[in-house]
Nanobody, 127 residues
Framework: RLQLVESGGGAGQAGGSLRLACTYSGYTAINYCMGWFRRAAGKEREGVAA????????WYADAVKDRFTIAQDNAASIMSLQMNGLKPEDTAMYYCAALPGNCYSASWYKREFYPNWGQGTQVTVSA
């Protein structure tokens, strides 16, 4: 069973940067669509970014495009999310997720497609 563990959350200031990491183990599929989701207080969990481990293709939500960068280090079994230009509205619990197979433009942001989830890491951005 694939296990995912997030790290790197914490407090940041508007305009600053934070880097999240997702360490994964126990994978059985050749490739995965791996994503970052977040859930702000009182809101639904939403897709932030995704990466296909097979070729490194990436997808981003409009709210984070040009500020966040998702990347993978297959040798170290780590997926990361570099968050620059932080805004108070980025405050949320961030989750790492994975599904065996490819990512698709029409579904990478839909949480119901991901069977594997980490426990989450809190990010709080102050103005």
């Amino acid at each position: 069973r694939l296990q995912l563990v997030e790290s790197g959350g914490g407090a940041g200031q508007a305009g600053g940067s934070l880097r999240l990491a997702c360490t994964y183990s126990g994978y059985t599929a050749i490739n995965y669509c791996m994503g970052w989701f977040r859930r702000a207080a009182g809101k639904e969990r939403e897709g932030v970014a995704a990466i296909f481990t097979g070729n490194g293709n990436t997808w981003y939500a409009d709210a984070v495009k040009d500020r966040f960068t998702i990347a993978q280090d297959n040798a170290a079994s780590i997926m990361s999310l570099q968050m620059n230009g932080l805004k108070p509205e980025d405050t949320a619990m961030y989750y790492c997720a994975a599904l065996p197979g490819n990512c698709y433009s029409a579904s990478w942001y839909k949480r119901e497609f991901y069977p594997n989830w980490g426990q989450g890491t809190q990010v709080t951005v102050s103005a």
